[in-house]
């Protein structure tokens, strides 16, 4: 199993260039969600999905779009970078929600850097 | 204020020292996950508890409900645990979690 797959792992874009993050899991997991990790901040929720159609916004959606068109795949999209993007982003999945025995998997995450 | 609190924001031990890291919350939840975050960025999934007591290996997660806390124990703590341990509460009916801002452990040998 691969588990979570995030691309790239590095990306500098310029600000007003528009990219998109790749997220795959392979686990058949029916949640898929967005963190970005700012230094001093902790991890804040992006956007997030609890199935192939649904997505639903988190703590800090500004400036971010997501689809689910599969179970596997939750891309982010960034429609406009500001330098205030600058982050690391991490995708996670999780088979079922607040029920015991079931964690998160994390991918690798994504340092992006917006100049 | 933040809903989740971690103390301390940092420790260091002496290899073998028994470790324990707090977490405290101010919202309903229906599970508390503890994370570990290595120096080189990878976030693993430790535990997801929502009530008593988890144990595996060298590592205990215990969380009190009415508190609104749980602590994360390390036992004969060893180098290899120096990483940023991050509590994340599931708040009750939501599909959202809600972090702390870590705690960086430093162990030294």
């Known amino acids: 199993n691969a588990g979570v797959t995030q691309t790239p792992k590095f990306q500098v874009l310029k600000t007003g260039q528009s990219m998109t993050l790749q997220c795959a899991q392979d686990m058949n997991h029916e949640y898929m969600s967005w963190y970005r990790q700012d230094p001093g901040m902790g991890l804040r929720l992006i956007h997030y999905?609890?199935?192939?159609?649904?997505?639903d916004q988190g703590e800090v959606p500004n400036g971010y779009n997501v689809s689910r068109s599969t179970t596997e795949d939750f891309p982010l999209r960034l429609l406009s970078a500001a330098p205030s993007q600058t982050s690391v982003y991490f995708c996670a999945s999780s088979s079922q929600l607040g029920v015991p025995n079931y964690g998160y998997t994390f991918g690798s995450g994504t340092r992006l850097t917006v100049v | 204020k933040n809903e989740v609190e971690q103390s301390p924001q940092n420790l260091t031990a002496q290899e073998g020292e028994f470790i324990t890291i707090n977490c405290s919350y101010s919202v309903g939840i229906s599970a508390l996950h503890w994370l570990q975050q290595h120096p080189g960025g990878g976030i693993v999934s430790l535990f997801m508890?929502?009530?008593g007591k988890k144990k595996h290996g060298r590592l205990i997660a215990t969380i009190n409900i009415q508190e609104k806390h749980s602590s994360l124990h390390i036992t004969a703590s060893h180098p290899r645990d120096s990483a940023v341990y991050i509590c994340?509460?599931?708040?009750?009916?939501?599909?959202?979690?809600?972090f702390g801002k870590g705690t960086k452990l430093t162990v030294n040998p």
């Open positions: 994340a509460v599931l708040r009750g009916g939501s599909e959202k979690l809600v």
């Open positions: 999905s609890v199935g192939a159609g649904i997505t």
């Open positions: 508890l929502s009530s």
